[in-house]
């Protein structure tokens, strides 16, 4: 009997948290060394056994700035309002890069992690949080290869760079809550690691990437910002470049709307659904 009770006392029961989105965060706080011991994980993991290693984090954007420089720049000839396209496109492709291999790691993080998930009880909103923070690391590196283009290029930032972590946040938030829909979505329906790849190619090129907001007809302007990476990527040019950005004011509220709306959304989807994780998995 005394057994028994012992065991009823260590016993944890858990119960789910009330409220509009459900966290608790409190308990995250309680986890947050397993936070930032998966973050870790995942950003060795993201390069182990590649002859380059980290190195990816450069190439790859290097490699899509040289080519919407040749496709937009020279043979299109889209107008950069006096920017040296390299740069024009270079400071696009570093929001765009962490929200796409931010979106794509948080999708799949639950299946990745399937043993931890069916074996021990931790707050499942860490694993795809932790997903998307672990693009942190390629974005640094990413962004001082740009730090040299506008040295090159004698590009001088403006005082509106202090508003850089701004947009950086509304990137991370945005990828955070679609990562959410996506990484829960993937554990019933594994269609989605499948869709994920595609949606993120065809998002590059819906996105301003390797063109300017001003290109698009002015009538499609403003609903163009529901599409929440368009703000981010034009505040990062006008961060750095000094750009002018049509409509911004309004299209960056409208983007943030959307931005809270998708990560609202996501949170109290995934928690509905958390409670099934391991039976499924």
């Given at each position: 009997?005394?057994?028994?009770?012992?065991?009823?006392?260590?016993?944890?029961?858990?119960?789910?948290?009330?409220?509009?989105?459900?966290?608790?965060?409190?308990?995250?706080?309680?986890?947050?060394?397993?936070?930032?011991?998966?973050?870790?994980?995942?950003?060795?993991?993201?390069?182990?056994?590649?002859?380059?290693?980290?190195?990816?984090?450069?190439?790859?954007?290097?490699?899509?700035?040289?080519?919407?420089?040749?496709?937009?720049?020279?043979?299109?000839?889209?107008p950069?309002?006096?920017?040296?396209?390299?740069?024009?496109?270079?400071?696009?492709?570093?929001?765009?890069?962490?929200?796409?291999?931010?979106?794509?790691?948080?999708?799949?993080?639950?299946?990745?992690?399937?043993?931890?998930?069916?074996?021990?009880?931790?707050p499942?909103?860490?694993?795809?949080?932790?997903?998307?923070?672990?693009?942190?690391?390629?974005?640094?590196?990413?962004?001082?290869?740009?730090?040299?283009?506008?040295?090159?290029?004698?590009?001088?930032?403006?005082?509106a760079?202090?508003?850089?972590?701004?947009?950086?946040?509304?990137?991370?938030?945005?990828?955070?809550?679609?990562?959410?829909?996506f990484?829960?979505?993937?554990?019933?329906?594994?269609?989605?690691?499948?869709?994920?790849?595609?949606?993120?190619?065809?998002?590059?090129?819906?996105?301003?990437?390797?063109?300017?907001?001003?290109?698009?007809?002015?009538?499609?302007?403003?609903?163009?910002?529901l599409?929440?990476m368009?703000?981010?990527?034009?505040?990062?040019?006008?961060?750095?470049?000094?750009?002018?950005?049509?409509?911004?004011?309004?299209?960056?509220t409208?983007?943030?709307?959307?931005?809270?709306?998708?990560?609202?959304?996501?949170?109290?989807?995934?928690?509905?659904?958390?409670?099934?994780?391991?039976?499924?998995?």
């Amino acid at each position: 009997m005394d057994t028994a009770l012992s065991q009823l006392e260590q016993e944890r029961i858990i119960k789910p948290k009330r409220g509009l989105i459900g966290i608790d965060f409190a308990e995250l706080w309680r986890y947050h060394e397993l936070f930032f011991f998966l973050t870790w994980r995942n950003v060795l993991v993201r390069y182990k056994q590649t002859v380059i290693g980290i190195l990816w984090a450069v190439i790859r954007p290097v490699m899509m700035m040289l080519v919407f420089t040749v496709v937009f720049g020279k043979v299109a000839k889209l107008p950069s309002d006096g920017i040296p396209y390299p740069i024009l496109t270079f400071a696009a492709l570093l929001p765009w890069q962490f929200f796409a291999n931010s979106l794509t790691e948080s999708s799949n993080s639950l299946i990745v992690n399937t043993n931890m998930i069916s074996k021990i009880y931790f707050p499942r909103l860490i694993i795809p949080s932790a997903a998307v923070l672990c693009g942190v690391v390629d974005f640094i590196i990413a962004f001082a290869i740009l730090i040299g283009l506008m040295v090159w290029y004698q590009t001088v930032p403006t005082i509106a760079v202090l508003w850089l972590p701004l947009f950086f946040l509304l990137a991370f938030l945005t990828s955070l809550g679609i990562g959410l829909w996506f990484s829960a979505l993937n554990v019933k329906y594994r269609d989605v690691r499948h869709a994920v790849p595609f949606l993120v190619q065809f998002g590059l090129f819906i996105s301003p990437v390797g063109f300017s907001t001003s290109n698009i007809p002015e009538l499609l302007q403003l609903p163009y910002y529901l599409n929440p990476m368009v703000a981010v990527i034009e505040g990062f040019r006008w961060a750095l470049l000094g750009q002018k950005v049509p409509l911004y004011y309004l299209g960056l509220t409208l983007s943030s709307l959307v931005t809270l709306l998708l990560l609202v959304s996501g949170v109290h989807y995934f928690k509905s659904v958390e409670k099934t994780f391991a039976d499924i998995i």
